[in-house]
């Protein structure tokens, strides 16, 4: 069978920009990110940066330029997004405020010939393409983790992301359909922390007085550190915070960690997943077919591996992977079941 290896490995060159790949360097991709106001969404612009500057310098493309709002607002975003096509750029990859407030822009874009790819927080119109890891199995693996930790159960905090972003309502509804399957445990309260470790801290610190005692605190990403801070500074016993993968809460964890055996898990998308759209887009401006819906997998640190990551992880900023074209090549090779 190794004839399905060699077609399969040629196949991989030519979607990720092999000799046989049209030539793209006269194309211009813009990234319209909705938010930056956290951890995370600064190391996701540092990964676009670091990425699509270096596919500039060798003429992969001709321009990869960043644009973010002053605020998560939809009107602002698809303000943006009109003066982008406008602009004339070939390609956006958005990080989308809404699922729907921003189709009637993107639905815009499409009509003017540009190349739409949506990325965590992604969008419904059917022009457009998607990228997302499983958001709602990373919230249910939360309380599938806490379940087997705390077979007892109890009461949970939960603290979700930003509003109305297609993210948060994920997360959330796994986080809830698994208290639902497991139903030793119920959800207390629940805070919204914008996946900021300041607004988590002063928004747990606000809801613990009217809690009862709580085992454990479901989280998004960028909002577990505040938590711990805010619980430690009221007195209460420390729950399992689950964590999202930021440099401060990897941090913390392993001071408890060393002071204590404190364990824990941590899950969130990887930042790097904006220079896997940026990739996607290349292919699809390059002419390759490319499926609507992509699927990549959640960045998860146990117990185990928690120094490794923690010594990759850059202060102030948030494990992560950066994609390459062939990483790219084969994770549409996978959605195509190659």
Same mark, same amino acid.
């Given at each position: 069978?190794?004839?399905?290896?060699?077609?399969?490995?040629?196949?991989?060159?030519?979607?990720?920009?092999?000799?046989?790949?049209?030539?793209?360097?006269?194309?211009?991709?813009?990234?319209?990110?909705?938010?930056?106001?956290?951890?995370?969404?600064?190391?996701?612009?540092?990964?676009?940066?670091?990425?699509?500057?270096?596919?500039?310098?060798?003429?992969?493309?001709?321009?990869?330029?960043?644009?973010?709002?002053?605020?998560?607002?939809?009107?602002?975003?698809?303000?943006?997004?009109?003066?982008?096509?406008?602009?004339?750029?070939?390609?956006?990859?958005?990080?989308?405020?809404?699922?729907?407030?921003?189709?009637?822009?993107?639905?815009?874009?499409?009509?003017?010939?540009?190349?739409?790819?949506?990325?965590?927080?992604?969008?419904?119109?059917?022009?457009?393409?998607?990228?997302?890891?499983?958001?709602?199995? =990373?919230?249910?693996?939360?309380?599938?983790?806490?379940?087997?930790?705390?077979?007892?159960?109890?009461?949970?905090?939960?603290?979700?992301?930003?509003?109305?972003?297609?993210?948060?309502?994920?997360?959330?509804?796994?986080?809830?359909?698994?208290?639902?399957?497991?139903?030793?445990?119920?959800?207390?309260?629940?805070?919204?922390?914008?996946?900021?470790?300041?607004?988590?801290?002063?928004? *747990?610190? $606000?809801?613990?007085?009217?809690?009862? /005692?709580?085992?454990?605190?479901?989280?998004?990403?960028?909002?577990?550190?505040?938590?711990?801070?805010?619980?430690?500074?009221?007195?209460?016993? =420390?729950? *399992?915070?689950?964590?999202?993968?930021?440099?401060? /809460?990897?941090?913390?964890?392993?001071?408890?960690?060393?002071?204590?055996?404190?364990?824990?898990?941590?899950?969130?998308?990887?930042?790097?997943?904006?220079?896997?759209?940026?990739?996607?887009?290349? =292919?699809?401006?390059?002419?390759?077919?490319?499926?609507?819906?992509?699927?990549?997998?959640?960045?998860?640190?146990?117990? $185990?591996?928690?120094?490794?990551?923690?010594?990759?992880?850059?202060?102030? $900023?948030?494990?992560?992977?950066?994609?390459?074209?062939?990483?790219?090549?084969?994770?549409?090779?996978?959605?195509?079941? =190659?």
């Amino acid at each position: 069978m190794k004839w399905i290896n060699v077609a399969l490995a040629t196949g991989l060159l030519a979607l990720a920009g092999g000799s046989a790949a049209a030539d793209t360097s006269d194309k211009r991709i813009a990234l319209s990110n909705n938010y930056a106001g956290n951890s995370w969404r600064q190391a996701m612009l540092r990964s676009w940066e670091n990425v699509t500057g270096q596919a500039v310098t060798d003429g992969v493309v001709a321009a990869a330029d960043a644009f973010t709002t002053a605020e998560n607002q939809v009107t602002e975003q698809a303000a943006q997004i009109q003066n982008l096509i406008l602009e004339g750029y070939d390609a956006i990859v958005l990080n989308a405020a809404s699922p729907e407030g921003l189709n009637g822009a993107v639905k815009e874009a499409c009509d003017a010939g540009i190349t739409v790819v949506s990325f965590d927080g992604v969008v419904t119109e059917p022009c457009a393409w998607r990228i997302a890891v499983d958001f709602k199995q =990373m919230g249910k693996d939360e309380v599938l983790y806490l379940a087997e930790k705390l077979p007892d159960g109890g009461n949970l905090l939960e603290i979700r992301g930003l509003a109305g972003v297609f993210v948060d309502d994920e997360i959330s509804a796994g986080i809830h359909e698994g208290v639902a399957e497991n139903p030793q445990f119920t959800i207390v309260g629940s805070v919204h922390g914008d996946w900021a470790q300041d607004v988590a801290q002063k928004a *747990v610190a $606000g809801i613990l007085p009217s809690l009862p /005692e709580i085992v454990g605190v479901v989280t998004q990403g960028g909002d577990g550190y505040g938590a711990a801070q805010a619980i430690k500074a009221a007195g209460r016993d =420390m729950p *399992v915070i689950v964590m999202g993968n930021r440099h401060d /809460e990897l941090t913390w964890w392993k001071e408890q960690k060393d002071a204590n055996g404190y364990e824990t898990m941590s899950v969130s998308i990887a930042p790097g997943v904006s220079t896997l759209a940026f990739w996607v887009a290349r =292919m699809i401006l390059d002419g390759e077919e490319v499926p609507k819906d992509l699927t990549v997998p959640f960045l998860r640190i146990d117990q $185990g591996n928690l120094e490794e990551n923690l010594a990759n992880t850059e202060a102030g $900023g948030v494990a992560n992977t950066l994609y390459s074209a062939e990483d790219a090549a084969r994770v549409v090779a996978e959605a195509k079941g =190659m």
